[in-house]
DNA sequence: TCAAAAGTGTTCACCGTACACCCATGG
DNA sequence: CCATGGGTGTACGGTGAACACTTTTGA
């Protein structure tokens, strides 16, 4: 360090980030966000965000995806930056602040032992409890952010396994949308934008006479993109 | 400080807000940018944003709010946090992580003397200069969120004064949005939102005939928004 | 009376939405 | 053969986009 530069001492300050990490159970067809107990004080054993601090040779996005790695043992997830919370006395122990993300997961594709390890769960939206600091305001935005961009770019598929069908998907859009949709207008709306792969196969699991799998063809939607399409549900 | 918590000293860094500020030339009918001439190494001389150090009792928005106001004189402007930049070197001083805020300022009210002060002037965008560090990148993402954020938000009657006509308005959103629009559907759709108070007034200094004066009625926009109104342009 | 900007209406194509029946299959 | 979920088409109203002429008035 400098420190005879002309910067300030006095602005230094702990940088933080937290992950307000969804995830969609399919099974039982509802949104979820992962939360961990928190093993220090203040607080101790109440529910938070999975946070970490920013090491010296970090960005925050870097910094973002290590605390996501060390969670779920997953690489390369689906996340955005979503904000900084600075308030004073956000932190009890010390001045700091937090740039706040959101991650899109499988549920069922992440490190189970990682999980118990970090004494982390997954809560329905409804069943979520009070969180420490800011966490609860972390939480709310993250979701609006979410409900946002699911509608303007196609990263609900980061939700769902690689194959999937019709109905996942619009179940998918209906919980987080917090909404009901007509299917034949959905299934209708999916197939006039062309990202999606219609397979031969067949999910014989949720009827006799099956449903169609389908995959994100992320290629034709980049080209698609090129040429000024824009997603929009 | 708690230097004995369990909270790593390593994660301290240096932590800067900069500001993208947006003006309204009505005269020239061009969108300008507000940029100061760097009086510190390295880089003394060359173009910047509008920055500053957080300080030890301040929020980010405290802080951008403070480096605006120390600008322009100004209180109260329009602001909203963009994005966290936080390459290890991008500052090559001291490790600094910066949150970059948008900001939007009528181009006619602030104080000229501090504007002189900071050796600060205003840019059309096609004669912005190259800026420092990662600047440029601050710009960019921010005209791409001021195009959204005007399309979707009543933002735009920040940037103007109190009373303006339609053309000035119109010509505002062709200058964001970089395109031409069609005036009758313009203020056919203007006219549809209902949040425009119409006055007796009119501009004459534009025509002989002369043109009506608006006002952006915000207790009304803010009435039809608690309604589930959404502003789009 | 003319130049210059202001103001205004109609048509058409497309998209979003509402809505109900037949299909395929395993048990 | 029947119960269960899967899959599909049509009609209508509303919105966005294209497009041109009349009005006002100061010089």
Chains 1, 2 share one sequence.
Not at 5 to 18: G, K, T
Not at 46 to 62: N, Y
Not at 185 to 196: A, D, R, V
């Amino acid at each position: 360090m400098f420190m005879n530069s002309n910067y300030p001492a006095e602005s230094r300050a702990l940088i933080a980030v937290d992950c307000i990490i969804f995830g969609f159970d399919e099974h039982e067809e509802v949104l979820k966000v992962l939360l961990i107990k928190r093993d220090m004080t203040p607080h101790k054993g109440d529910w938070s965000l999975m946070g970490g601090f920013l090491g010296i040779d970090e960005t925050v996005d870097d910094a973002a995806s290590r605390v996501l790695h060390t969670l779920t043992g997953l690489d390369n997830i689906y996340m955005e930056q979503l904000h900084v919370f600075s308030e004073v006395a956000r932190d009890p122990v010390e001045r700091t602040i937090s740039v706040a993300y959101i991650a899109l997961i499988n549920i069922n594709d992440h490190d189970q032992k990682l999980i118990q390890q970090y004494s982390a769960r997954w809560f329905t939206l409804e069943d979520k409890p009070d969180l420490i600091f800011d966490h609860d305001e972390m939480f709310n935005l993250g979701l609006s952010r979410l409900q946002h961009r699911v509608s303007t770019k196609p990263i609900g598929f980061e939700l769902l396994p690689e194959k999937f069908t019709m109905r996942q998907l619009q179940k998918l859009y209906e919980e987080i949308l917090a909404t009901d949709l007509d299917k034949r207008n959905f299934s209708k709306k999916i197939n006039s934008l062309e990202i999606l792969e219609k397979l031969d196969e067949k999910d014989k699991r949720s009827s006799r006479k099956g449903s169609y799998l389908f995959k994100f063809d992320e290629e034709k939607y980049k080209e698609k993109s090129r040429q000024g399409f824009h997603f929009k549900i």
